[in-house]
């Protein structure tokens, strides 16, 4: 600003919509010039939607009654692992967002893990292997969009060749069922949870009530 005599108005102009170069040159002037924060906004909508919804699932304990009903299924940590992985990847093809992908599963069985004294970290590595890695793979989800028009690919043609995306959700899988750097909780870390737990309960009942 300083040196080029940027105002401060055009500052804030230029960060909310962006910089367009003067440059006569194509190559530095689609370098030099961006679409600012505007351009980022239906991604920034996306996660406000994505938490908001489940905020609401989550609070009128849906979330809760669906993921019982899925759990009657898990009998020990490699199907828990299994059940979400699948679940992931079901909201990955269904509401067509990887941020849906990774927060309603990772609401949904977030105590479940926990119950089993597993570590937060196996979860989001779950949500990982599943909802960010196969978000790519799904020609209608906003990151399959994104990737086939970035690299001119249909979607259904470069599957093939994304050996990670596919390999991730089962080395997940295998991990949950071997026990291999599935790391549990110790006896403090574990009754730590619990009063977290208790106090987030007992501030949303709060709220509910408000």
Do not use: H
Not at 75 to 102: M, R
Not at 130 to 155: H, Q
């Amino acid at each position: 600003m300083g040196v080029q005599g940027v105002s401060t108005v055009d500052f804030g102009t230029i960060l909310n919509y962006g910089y367009e170069s003067s440059s006569e040159i194509p190559e530095v002037y689609d370098l030099l010039s961006s679409g600012g924060m505007q351009s980022m906004m239906w991604t920034i909508s996306l996660v406000m939607c994505a938490m908001t919804f489940g905020g609401v699932m989550d609070a009128s304990e849906q979330l809760k009654s669906l993921s019982e009903m899925l759990l009657k299924a898990a009998k020990g940590v490699g199907s828990l692992v299994t059940i979400t992985i699948f679940s992931c990847i079901f909201y990955n093809i269904v509401a067509c967002d990887q941020y849906l992908a990774i927060l309603l599963p990772g609401r949904m069985y977030k105590e479940a893990f926990e119950d089993r004294r597993l570590k937060n970290k196996n979860l989001s590595r779950c949500l990982e292997d599943a909802g960010t890695m196969t978000s790519s793979l799904v020609p209608w989800n906003s990151c399959g969009a994104t990737m086939s028009t970035f690299l001119g690919v249909p979607t259904l043609q470069y599957i093939p060749y994304a050996i990670m995306n596919l390999c991730n959700p089962l080395v997940s899988i295998f991990y949950g069922f071997t026990g291999i750097s599935m790391e549990k909780m110790t006896d403090e870390e574990y009754e730590k949870m619990l009063e977290e737990r208790a106090f987030e309960k007992e501030m949303a009942r709060k709220a509910l009530e408000a």
